[in-house]
């Protein structure tokens, strides 16, 4: 059994090397790395000091490194309840079949994959099917759930369906460590250049309320783009008749989903000194749990792209541990079923 140090793990549709730094902060070591994206090649080149390969579809399973898990947040688009939910005959949905290609060739004794929630509703369940069932076939016992980055000590409301896969045992998602949850305040810069709205530009609701579920707290709207068309009259104020980019939430509540969409950063928030300002950058990133020193070579409007795109570091960090606990550790023990 390889001793904690040697276990390696590819990092396919690596973006900017969220999956990596939960992983390498596990223990793991990288081996080879792979995404499309000219700018998130830069940023992970600056970051882990190599270029990942391109487009996957060119990698011959021949020419990669052994390893033992192999990672993949592949592209969610054609998931997405925002893409066109075209799931499989979208040329995207298909890279799900190179990811097996390396499974079928490497056999690693973990899967370790990462999708958007949506994936468990997309076409009636069965794109999800499909993957446990391509799995099966390859010889792993996939296992699945959706977890939330808000149970990992990060104040962002951001499920992901998380499938880990393997032919020892299966995964047991009940031993991964949660912490207790935090407030966006913990996580914002208190001086710096912020963009505020003046207080004309928007409205704050009476008695706003805290989603006890979700840890949202919506507190108002900017003053534009309100749908009107099939709203009762009266109701106007509620967040539904919103578009997401004018909503304000508030700081001691916890943050919405930054979506890879929004590259201006419209992300509103009032803080505690009764302020409405636009979340900075350093602070996206901050709340998907990547350290302060990673550096961002792109543009800021590509900077959010790829923020949206990533994952919850702490999160990825905390089932990368239990992957080490249950499969690699002395005293876990192959073939053993539960
Ligand atoms: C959901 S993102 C994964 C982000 C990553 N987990 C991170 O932490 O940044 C999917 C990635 O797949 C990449 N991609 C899309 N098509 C690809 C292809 N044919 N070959 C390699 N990478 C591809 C995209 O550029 C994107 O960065």
Redesign the pocket.
Known sequence: MASQNEIKFMDL???????RLGMEKAGFECVFS????AE?QRTYKENFGEVPQ????DVSENDVPDFDVLCA????QPFSISGKQKGFADD?GT?FFEICRFIEKKTPRVVFL?NVKHLIHHDKGNTLETILSKLRVMGYTPEWRLLNAADYGIPQNRERIIIIASKEKIFDFTEIKKTPRRVLNDFLDTSGKFEYLEEKDYTLIKNPTMQKKSGLCFVGYRNKSIRKVGVRPGTEHLSRVHKQPNRIYSAMGIHPTLPSQETSGRFWILTSDNRVRKLTIDECFRIMGFPNDFIRPSSVGEQYK?IG???CVPMIGAVAETLKEQYFQKGASYNDSH
Not at 13 to 19: D, E, P, Y
């Open positions: 549709f690596c973006g900017i090397g969220g999956i792979c995404d499309i994206n998130c391109g487009d996957i579809r947040g592949f592209p969610c995207r890279l990462e790829q795109n990533s994952v």
